[in-house]
């Protein structure tokens, strides 16, 4: 019932729904604080009116309740951050997919203003990227020489395709400016910073095709990075766009 008078998006990750959870349990205790001070609030003006009140009390309050309240809310605040909280953000940090469920690499280099992203072909390894082979023909750096880069996929701009309910490892970083990676529908947000790879993991659940935001404000062309889409498909349709693209001459990438 939550989800719908919040108007949460489209959820399409596995662990998604304890995010959901999260964001619906704080709106709880947030309407129960507001509902609790409007009553306090209607309360004082009548209770301490001029009229009943005319000399001033200069002791003020005597009983325990509002300390009990106040211990009352910090315990459930408390509950909210050990209990949900922080073990979303160590399964978001830590619990990365092992290598034995076959999770889906890719890297993703963010730009002003778009989503550079790289597979490592059929062996699951990248090849080496050096700032040293940097050139106009090769901007990404990478180092030809290096065999298990050979059968990487030639980039895409602003397209990812992923198999449905597998885990996936996005190794992050821009080559510009701090961007952040935002995928709403799979509940996972990474900021780009530059020079530094950072990995994020989520496991969709939903074929369909989701907007990859930038959440980061990057310059002028920032919200042009909202064109990014994620395409969670069906592990038959998967297998056939990622052959198509490995037949595919460097830099023609397929869209679709
Ligand atoms: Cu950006």
Not at 9 to 19: M, T
Not at 27 to 38: D, K, P, T, V
Not at 66 to 91: D, K, M, Q
């Given at each position: 019932m939550m989800e719908k008078i919040l108007?949460?998006?489209?959820?399409?990750?596995?662990?998604?729904?304890?995010?959901?959870?999260?964001?619906?349990?704080?709106?709880?205790?947030?309407?129960?604080?507001?509902?609790?001070?409007?009553a306090y609030f209607i309360y004082a003006l009548v209770r301490f009116r001029k009229s009943a009140n005319p000399k001033a009390d200069y002791v003020g309050i005597r009983g325990h309740l509002?300390?009990?309240?106040?211990?009352?809310?910090?315990?459930?605040?408390?509950?909210?951050?050990?209990?949900?909280?922080?073990?979303?953000?160590?399964?978001a940090v830590g619990e990365f997919p092992k290598a034995d469920e076959n999770p889906t690499n890719i890297r993703v280099i963010a730009q002003q203003f778009a989503w550079n992203v790289f597979y490592p072909g059929a062996d699951g390894k990248f090849g080496n990227r050096d700032f040293k082979f940097v050139t106009q023909e090769n901007p990404w750096g990478i180092d030809k020489a290096d065999p298990d880069g050979k059968d990487d996929l030639p980039p895409l701009s602003n397209v990812i395709h992923v198999p449905v309910n597998k885990p996936v490892i996005i190794r992050l970083t821009s080559r510009d400016v701090i961007h952040s990676f935002k995928v709403i529908a799979m509940r996972v947000t990474q900021d780009a910073i530059p020079g530094v790879p950072i990995p994020l993991h989520f496991t969709p659940t939903k074929p369909g095709m989701y907007q990859i935001n930038c959440a980061q404000l990057c310059g002028g062309g920032h919200s042009s990075m909202s064109n990014g889409r994620l395409f969670v498909d069906t592990q038959e349709e998967y297998d056939k766009w990622i052959a198509a693209q490995a037949k595919a001459p460097s830099g023609a990438a397929s869209f679709e």
């Open positions: 108007g949460l998006p489209v959820l399409a990750s596995k662990h998604g729904a304890d995010v959901d959870k999260l964001i619906i349990y704080v709106h709880y205790l947030m309407a129960a604080l507001f509902i609790g001070w409007i509002s300390s009990y309240i106040e211990l009352a809310v910090a315990f459930v605040e408390v509950v909210l951050l050990v209990g949900f909280a922080v073990p979303l953000w160590a399964h």
